[in-house]
């Protein structure tokens, strides 16, 4: 893997959804996901600072907790018909997140770690913001008003 000198997901072209809260969760989100990625290509290089990257990796893990609990609510609050589905994939992601931490607070091995951030994670989030999170919102957001 090379060295990533840009941003894992351009803070510009984050996705917009119909609640500003759900929008700024993703803004905090991706601006977390780039600072470990920051830390990640450091260390591909075999200059890993290993308390860096543990402490963002636990800041990243616990907003995505939070992140993802907070939507869970929304959808049950207003009765969000595809809820069963959105919070799945919340789970099955949350769950992948947690394996890869275990695993680097076990081997503290960069590789595996940097291909979910730098590979999977954005194809992941932007697929899901332009659609569950969007669908979501939308719903919310007409309950609201």
Avoid: C
Avoid at 19 to 39: A, D, F, K, P
């Amino acid at each position: 893997m090379s060295l990533h000198k840009t941003p894992v997901v351009d803070p510009s072209n984050t996705p917009l959804v119909a609640l500003e809260s759900m929008n700024e969760t993703h803004r905090e989100e991706v601006e977390l996901i780039n600072q470990l990625g920051y830390l990640l290509a450091q260390g591909e290089t075999g200059n890993a600072d290993e308390p860096a990257i543990t402490q963002k990796l636990d800041e990243w893990v616990d907003h995505t907790r939070d992140h993802f609990e907070r939507e869970n609510g929304l959808m049950r609050k207003y009765g969000f018909p595809a809820y069963p589905v959105h919070s799945g994939e919340h789970q099955a992601v949350l769950s992948r997140i947690e394996d890869l931490q275990q695993r680097w607070l076990e081997h503290k091995e960069v590789a595996p770690l940097a291909a979910f951030v730098f590979e999977e994670w954005p194809r992941w989030f932007s697929m899901h913001v332009n659609s569950m999170d969007a669908v979501t919102a939308q719903f919310v957001s007409q309950q609201i008003d």
